[in-house]
């Protein structure tokens, strides 16, 4: 046997491996044709889906004529409607006063009420510095105007001489200043006014040793005590008068115009004090200058019709105002309102109508709109949801209400077939 050609081997490789390379190369064209049919039939059923959404017609909705709502009503009348809100406050002294004596002495007499916490009248004497120095000084100034006194009635009386030996020498001649004396009487004068000014400042200082205050007030602080030595200019504590006790107050935008608008709104201010709650007259001190940057809300102040007794700065109080008077408008029961802000009202022929008017007020129990009529109105009391315009209704009270309606209605209106 003759040997096998040393080449052969390698032919056979060769051919195998081009057989595999057109192996992989059909099997990755069969995977690129399926992903393209893949994509086409993805896009192609969202086309069609899309075709068939546009081809359906919106539902409409249209007034079911053979149902009719049994509802309850209530008749409205345009009336003139004041605007009433509640809000609340708290109590603030318009300022407070530093106790600052006039003059400077040792404390000798302190009124039993001038502690933190008392309260004074007007006219009381709070406290008293030491009388007997400014006694003194008044006696002593008295002395020097009773000195100036007589040194200013000496030079009259050598002026008057001067004069009468001129006009005995001179006769008519006119008097020079000199021999009238008119420099010396000018100083005495001036040294007797001097004097005076300064007993009057002595009486003054007598005056200021007893601390007064022109109204009645509350002791905020205080730091004096029997024996102790004050100066003046240095401030001992602080009080505050009664009278300027106010409320302060947080209105809203709207609240804050009914109350401008009002040409007389009555204010109670309600406290609930010391176990026992009292009401107060007020009134508008100060309205808003600005809003508030975060809350929006108006700052306002309500001072008392007369001074308030227990009343302290720090106390929250109630605060009911009566402001502006709407005319003809119509104050209509919450429970009328149905859902969006919707009220439907009953036509004469008992059909439903929307009512559409401005709402210019809106309280727990009732809204009141403004309607560009001034005709009574029957106003649907319970929630009809579903309801339509021209839709058919019968009263709940309609005495020709059959007994098989009467039995199906509720207070949320239903349906009769």
Sequence with gaps: MSPMPPSAPQNHTDQEQNDDNKGRFKTVSIGVVQLVLVVVFIAGSFAFSKFLENQKEAPQVRPDTSRTLVVHTQEVTPQNYTIEFDTT???????????????????????????????????????????????????????????????????QAEADAALQDWKQLRGDQEVPDLVARKPQMAEALANLNAAKASLATARLNLDRATFELPFDGRVVSSSLELGQYVS???????????????????????ELQWLLEAEAPEIKITTNYLGKERSYDASLNRGAAALDRLTRFASVNFGFESPPEFIIPGLFVDVHVKGAVL?????????????????????PDKSLTRIEGKTVYSADDHIVIMLDTDKPLQVVTDKIPGAVDGGAVRLADDNEQPQSEQSQTDGSGTIDE
């Design 232 to 254: 003046s200019t240095q401030n001992y504590g602080s009080v505050y008068n009664i009278e300027t006790l106010e409320v302060q107050s947080s209105l809203k935008d709207s």
């Design 327 to 347: 005319p003809d408008v119509y104050k209509i029961p919450s429970d009328a309102l149905q859902k969006d802000n919707v009220v439907w009202g009953v036509t």
């Design 89 to 155: 406050g708290v109590v603030e002294a318009r300022g407070e006063i530093g106790i600052v004596p006039q003059v400077s002495g040792r404390v000798v007499d302190i009124h039993d009420n001038f502690y933190t916490g008392g309260a004074f009248q007007k006219g009381d004497t709070l406290f008293t510095i030491e009388l007997k120095d400014f006694e003194l000084d008044v006696e002593r100034l008295k002395a020097e105007v009773a000195q100036a006194q007589t040194a200013y009635n000496l030079q």
